[in-house]
């Protein structure tokens, strides 16, 4: 039978400080992707890498309010762009591209009340802004719109 250890003998793991995310040098600039989703009902806030292959952080605005009428708010979509601020510094991201996107489709193309806020959210935390690309789908020639030939009759 195999010799029992002590508890004394166990060896001892040195400290090691393990960074996450890209190593770099200072003063240079390591972006990612920020994709928005501002629809009429949420605001979606999902960072990615430039292939956009990894996800970083992901907030929604339902995750920061309790009441659902408020979920596309400016002030929850602002809160969720902040802790996405806090994780970004963590990792070593400074500077994003943003990539804004409402619902789209045979739907509403303008983004909902949370995108702009996001947005400045974002910026105003010391994140670097690259480029803001609008990537809303727009159809050239769409399926046929809800509602009916006469509309949504009230």
């Known amino acids: 039978m195999a010799s029992k250890r002590k508890a004394d003998d166990a060896p001892v793991a ?3 400080e393990v960074k996450a995310g890209p190593k770099v040098h200072d003063g240079e600039l390591v972006f990612a992707v ?3 989703f501002a629809s009429f009902n949420d605001t979606f806030i999902h960072v990615t890498d ?3 292959r990894e ?3 992901r907030r929604t ?7 659902d009428r408020d979920e596309s708010s400016p002030y929850a979509a602002m809160i969720a762009a902040q ?3 806090t994780r970004l510094a963590e990792l070593g991201i400074t500077a994003i591209h943003i990539k804004v996107r409402a ?3 045979t739907r509403s193309k303008t983004p909902g009340p949370g995108a702009q806020s996001a947005m400045r959210a974002l910026s105003r935390s010391g994140i ?5 690309e609008d990537c809303t789908p727009i159809p050239t020639d769409a399926t046929r719109k809800k509602g009916g030939r006469r509309g949504r009759r009230l």
Do not use: D, L, N
């Open 14 to 16: 040195a400290a090691v």
């Open 55 to 57: 996800t970083f952080v």
């Open 103 to 105: 619902t789209g489709g």
């Open 61 to 67: 605005g339902g995750m920061e309010v309790k009441a």
């Open 83 to 85: 802790k996405v601020a």
């Open 50 to 52: 430039i292939s956009g």
């Open 34 to 36: 920020a994709h928005i």
């Open 128 to 132: 670097k802004i690259g480029r803001i």
